[in-house]
């Protein structure tokens, strides 16, 4: 099986993505000379939000973002937690039933 | 000139190992007298460190495998009292799959010693002198021939590390070190037992004689068995993997970036000994199974706790877990398929990617744990909840990490999409599954650094303005970032000149199993 892409150059060219980011950033570069650069600077660039000012309590954070996707899993993760459970005895426990099942696997086989 | 250099070419292999542990001894003794010493002595060690090893590596490229002992058999012996006359010696061994992890701990450690000058501003007397201690352990696992040598060099590093985690973060570090230490002796004398049984058996500690020598019995098998668990534990595999996220998040994020470098010492060490020792006398398909088993929940499961994190260096260390899973997948299909015609088909390629990925891993890894350091260092916390908007105030941090991200990612053209996707190809080819799990886990992966990215740079201004982050932090940073676009970009480059010499040099078992022969 020979790869897709790093062997023989067809699908992977770096040449080709670089060029390809060139055009990209100046694409970019001559947007940027067109915007309007006539703006108040520190006011009109800030986000607007009815007219009030931006609170820090409006900036969700970060254990709360994937809110939904960790309720799903919420079985899953009462599981791992209570593996994680930050107790050198289990740290032990876990390395030598690794050990053991391996061994049966190892002897039996 | 020329003298020196050919001099200093022949003594490499063990001149790589000797001098960081020198300038250890050193650092310690001079930081009695000025404690300003200690950085311009790790810097200069891990310099030359350095050096040695491109010098080894010109001899390991042109020449194949590279052996030394530090004291030859018939000069150096131990008398018994019952009259036994034993050789002493340190025998020592390189080839391209050893010069490969050399590299990988010569270059994280000048950058993590650079990343420290301004980074470390207190305990510089012990974490100088045991930083050294600890690059010398590493070198010395990836270097060594002999399987006592092995234990012991894994020892050094353990302690040392060990030390590492005690010194920093009063609060939490004593609890963490402690943890660190059990497993690590847990796991060092099931390493230790092991070898005691192939040295009763053989009578050697060689590892290219024992190679040779090994018949493949039941007590060979137990040998197997514990050395396997004991590198499978030191190399954070799930569930073996509790200690990472203690020992990587309770030290200086420079500690941490060299952290992975020791992991993957342990995995060289683990495939050394699947591969080099034991070869195809083992049962490869259950053997290399067992190994994907590990990988896959290796990933899995360190992403989805990473997902949970809210402390960044613990969510990284979750994310060197489950990018540990990656290497054990593509070298366990490898070895599954291991002297069968899958193997020139596409277990070959999955090593590569194997090989290739822990090469980058520590690249984009060591990075990312750099840039949390940098974070700690500007805004004075880790943890997710209380940090946001530093991007206003650190836009070349939010680059690199941004840079860091994408790699591990697996994004192009960064390194980490170049040996994703040797690995997804050739995994698809074994087991289709296996590749959409590994395929999944990127995607997960991505999801939890989009979390980090938000948490830590986006959002309102922070209320206090983070410190600004010094030049010498900036600099390990920007090569580290460097090298995960020049390594994405030239990946073809990059696999003929390291990978693929490191992956013959790891299944051709006649050839290392060939060297008992000394330079």
């Given at each position: 099986m020979s790869s897709l892409f790093i062997f023989e150059g067809t699908l992977w060219n770096p040449t080709l993505f670089i060029a390809l980011f060139a055009g990209i950033l100046t694409l970019l570069w001559m947007f940027n000379k067109l915007w309007n650069h006539s703006y108040n600077k520190g006011q009109q660039e800030e986000p607007f939000i009815s007219g009030n000012a931006e609170l820090?309590?409006?900036?969700?954070?970060?254990?709360?973002?994937y809110w939904g996707f960790f309720e799903a899993f919420k079985g899953f993760y009462s599981k791992m937690h209570e593996m994680h459970s930050n107790a050198v005895n289990d740290y032990v426990f876990w390395f030598l039933l690794t050990l053991v099942i391996i061994l049966l696997i190892g002897v039996i086989i | 000139m020329n003298e020196w250099v050919s001099f200093l070419s022949v003594n490499a292999l063990w001149l790589i190992i000797v001098v960081p542990l020198m300038g250890a001894f050193l650092a310690g003794a001079a930081s009695k007298l000025n404690k300003k010493w200690c950085f311009p002595i790790a810097l200069f060690s891990v310099l030359f460190s350095f050096i040695f090893v491109m010098l080894l590596a010109q001899q390991v490229w042109a020449g194949g495998i590279v052996a030394n002992t530090v004291e030859h058999v018939s000069q150096t012996t131990l008398t018994l009292p019952s009259g036994s006359v034993l050789p002493i010696r340190i025998f020592l061994l390189a080839d391209g799959m050893s010069i490969l992890m050399a590299f990988i701990g010569s270059l994280i450690s000048v950058l993590a010693v650079i990343y420290s000058f301004q980074f470390i501003k207190s305990q510089e007397t012990f974490y100088y002198p045991l930083f050294l201690v600890m690059i010398s352990g590493m070198y010395g696992m990836v270097l060594t021939g002999d399987l006592f040598n092995l234990f012991v060099f894994l020892e050094i590093s353990s302690i040392s590390a060990t030390g590492l985690v005690m010194t920093f973060n009063r609060k939490r570090s004593p609890d963490s070190a402690f943890k660190l230490i059990t497993v690590s002796t847990i796991a060092a004398m099931m390493i230790l037992v092991a070898i005691g049984i192939l040295y009763s058996q053989y009578n050697a500690l060689n590892m290219s004689f024992l190679a040779q020598a090994i018949q493949w019995t039941l007590l060979d098998k137990i040998a197997l068995c514990l050395l396997f668990t004991g590198f499978a534990m030191k190399a954070g595999s799930v569930p073996m993997h509790f200690w990472v996220p203690d020992a990587y998040g309770d030290t200086p994020a420079s500690v941490s970036a060299f952290f992975v470098v020791l992991s993957q010492a342990s995995l060289y060490a683990l495939f050394r000994i699947c591969f080099s020792l034991f070869g195809l006398s083992i049962n490869n398909v259950t053997v290399g199974w067992i190994i994907i088993i590990l990988g896959v929940l290796s990933m899995f499961i360190g992403v989805m706790m990473a997902l949970v994190q809210k402390d960044i260096k613990r969510l990284m260390a979750f994310h060197a877990i489950s990018q540990t899973g990656y290497m054990l997948l593509g070298v366990g299909v490898g070895l599954a398929v291991l002297g069968t015609p899958a193997f020139v088909e596409f277990g070959s390629m999955a090593m590569q990617g194997s090989i290739f990925h822990m090469l980058n891993h520590s690249i984009y890894k060591g990075l990312l744990f750099l840039t949390a350091g940098a974070v700690f260092y500007a805004a004075g916390t880790r943890d997710l909840r209380e940090l946001r908007g530093l991007g206003h105030y650190m836009p070349l941090t939010t680059i690199f990490f941004m840079v860091g991200a994408f790699a591990i990612t697996g994004l192009p053209p960064f390194n980490g999409f170049a040996s994703k996707l040797l690995i997804y190809e050739s995994v698809y080819a074994f087991n289709p599954v296996l590749s959409a799990i590994a395929l999944l886990v990127s995607i997960l992966t991505l999801a939890s650094f989009m979390k980090v990215f938000y948490a830590a740079f986006l959002g309102p201004k922070p209320k206090k303005k983070p410190k600004p982050i010094p030049h010498t932090m900036l600099f390990a940073m920007l090569v580290l970032s460097l090298l995960c676009v020049v390594f994405g970009l030239f990946p073809g480059i990059i696999l003929d000149a390291l990978i693929k010499p490191a992956v013959e040099a790891l299944v051709s078992a006649v050839s290392y199993s060939g060297v008992f022969t000394f330079v």
């Amino acid at each position: 099986m020979s790869s897709l892409f790093i062997f023989e150059g067809t699908l992977w060219n770096p040449t080709l993505f670089i060029a390809l980011f060139a055009g990209i950033l100046t694409l970019l570069w001559m947007f940027n000379k067109l915007w309007n650069h006539s703006y108040n600077k520190g006011q009109q660039e800030e986000p607007f939000i009815s007219g009030n000012a931006e609170l820090e309590e409006m900036h969700p954070k970060a254990p709360s973002i994937y809110w939904g996707f960790f309720e799903a899993f919420k079985g899953f993760y009462s599981k791992m937690h209570e593996m994680h459970s930050n107790a050198v005895n289990d740290y032990v426990f876990w390395f030598l039933l690794t050990l053991v099942i391996i061994l049966l696997i190892g002897v039996i086989i | 000139m020329n003298e020196w250099v050919s001099f200093l070419s022949v003594n490499a292999l063990w001149l790589i190992i000797v001098v960081p542990l020198m300038g250890a001894f050193l650092a310690g003794a001079a930081s009695k007298l000025n404690k300003k010493w200690c950085f311009p002595i790790a810097l200069f060690s891990v310099l030359f460190s350095f050096i040695f090893v491109m010098l080894l590596a010109q001899q390991v490229w042109a020449g194949g495998i590279v052996a030394n002992t530090v004291e030859h058999v018939s000069q150096t012996t131990l008398t018994l009292p019952s009259g036994s006359v034993l050789p002493i010696r340190i025998f020592l061994l390189a080839d391209g799959m050893s010069i490969l992890m050399a590299f990988i701990g010569s270059l994280i450690s000048v950058l993590a010693v650079i990343y420290s000058f301004q980074f470390i501003k207190s305990q510089e007397t012990f974490y100088y002198p045991l930083f050294l201690v600890m690059i010398s352990g590493m070198y010395g696992m990836v270097l060594t021939g002999d399987l006592f040598n092995l234990f012991v060099f894994l020892e050094i590093s353990s302690i040392s590390a060990t030390g590492l985690v005690m010194t920093f973060n009063r609060k939490r570090s004593p609890d963490s070190a402690f943890k660190l230490i059990t497993v690590s002796t847990i796991a060092a004398m099931m390493i230790l037992v092991a070898i005691g049984i192939l040295y009763s058996q053989y009578n050697a500690l060689n590892m290219s004689f024992l190679a040779q020598a090994i018949q493949w019995t039941l007590l060979d098998k137990i040998a197997l068995c514990l050395l396997f668990t004991g590198f499978a534990m030191k190399a954070g595999s799930v569930p073996m993997h509790f200690w990472v996220p203690d020992a990587y998040g309770d030290t200086p994020a420079s500690v941490s970036a060299f952290f992975v470098v020791l992991s993957q010492a342990s995995l060289y060490a683990l495939f050394r000994i699947c591969f080099s020792l034991f070869g195809l006398s083992i049962n490869n398909v259950t053997v290399g199974w067992i190994i994907i088993i590990l990988g896959v929940l290796s990933m899995f499961i360190g992403v989805m706790m990473a997902l949970v994190q809210k402390d960044i260096k613990r969510l990284m260390a979750f994310h060197a877990i489950s990018q540990t899973g990656y290497m054990l997948l593509g070298v366990g299909v490898g070895l599954a398929v291991l002297g069968t015609p899958a193997f020139v088909e596409f277990g070959s390629m999955a090593m590569q990617g194997s090989i290739f990925h822990m090469l980058n891993h520590s690249i984009y890894k060591g990075l990312l744990f750099l840039t949390a350091g940098a974070v700690f260092y500007a805004a004075g916390t880790r943890d997710l909840r209380e940090l946001r908007g530093l991007g206003h105030y650190m836009p070349l941090t939010t680059i690199f990490f941004m840079v860091g991200a994408f790699a591990i990612t697996g994004l192009p053209p960064f390194n980490g999409f170049a040996s994703k996707l040797l690995i997804y190809e050739s995994v698809y080819a074994f087991n289709p599954v296996l590749s959409a799990i590994a395929l999944l886990v990127s995607i997960l992966t991505l999801a939890s650094f989009m979390k980090v990215f938000y948490a830590a740079f986006l959002g309102p201004k922070p209320k206090k303005k983070p410190k600004p982050i010094p030049h010498t932090m900036l600099f390990a940073m920007l090569v580290l970032s460097l090298l995960c676009v020049v390594f994405g970009l030239f990946p073809g480059i990059i696999l003929d000149a390291l990978i693929k010499p490191a992956v013959e040099a790891l299944v051709s078992a006649v050839s290392y199993s060939g060297v008992f022969t000394f330079v």
